[in-house]
């Protein structure tokens, strides 16, 4: 496990990672997330043929974006400064001491531990928090996500069809 400290109310720190609020700047990294995802994610997730979201629409959604608890938080390297994806945690419809993680990273940046290191320091904020329990939905065919959460200790508790896909329900209680 990573070790991390809060920064401060809003970012926590890994080892190799800052995870803070995103700056306006950043939406063009949002926009790169969005064009990066997979066909089998559903189309309102992804650019649609208008090329909706812009950068310009994602840069305003970063200046409302309120989140009622950690939300999503923008991955930053602390080598480089530079951003790679986000994490965090959302709304799992479950209730209010029950929130979902997520987290997604530019594809350049799979495979070198960042998803986990990330995820592990939501996951001890969220227990410093006083959360009771975590979720976690993934399709089935993320298999890379499915490591992630395995590795951090969430247990797969039943799917939901959608008329997407499946989804994998996981969980972990703190």
């Known amino acids: 496990m990573q070790s991390e400290n809060l920064r401060d109310e809003f970012g926590l720190e890994t080892d190799r990672l800052l995870l803070r609020p995103w700056r306006m700047s950043e939406g063009v990294i949002l ?3 969005w064009s990066e995802r997979d066909p089998r994610v559903p189309p309102h997730r992804r650019i649609d043929a208008l090329g909706n979201p ?10 409302a974006y309120k989140p009622a608890s950690v939300g999503l938080l923008a991955v930053e390297l602390k080598e480089t400064g530079r951003v790679i ?3 965090g945690l959302i709304d799992s419809g ?6 979902e993680l997520a987290y997604e990273l530019l594809r350049r940046h799979w495979g070198r531990g960042y998803a986990t290191e990330a995820s592990w320091a939501i996951l001890n904020w969220a227990r ?14 993320n298999a890379g996500t499915r490591r992630v959460l395995a590795k951090i200790g969430f247990v797969e508790v ?8 499946t989804n994998i329900v996981t969980t972990k209680f703190l």
Not at 94 to 99: I, L, N, S, T
Request: glycine share 10%.
């Open 31 to 33: 926009r790169e997330i």
């Open 128 to 141: 410093s928090s006083r959360y009771e329990r975590l979720w976690a939905t993934v399709w089935d065919w």
């Open 158 to 165: 039943g799917f939901e069809m959608t008329t997407h896909g």
């Open 85 to 87: 994806g986000y994490s």
């Open 94 to 99: 479950r209730g209010a001491r029950e929130p």
């Open 54 to 63: 812009t950068v310009a629409h994602l840069e305003r959604e970063i200046i």
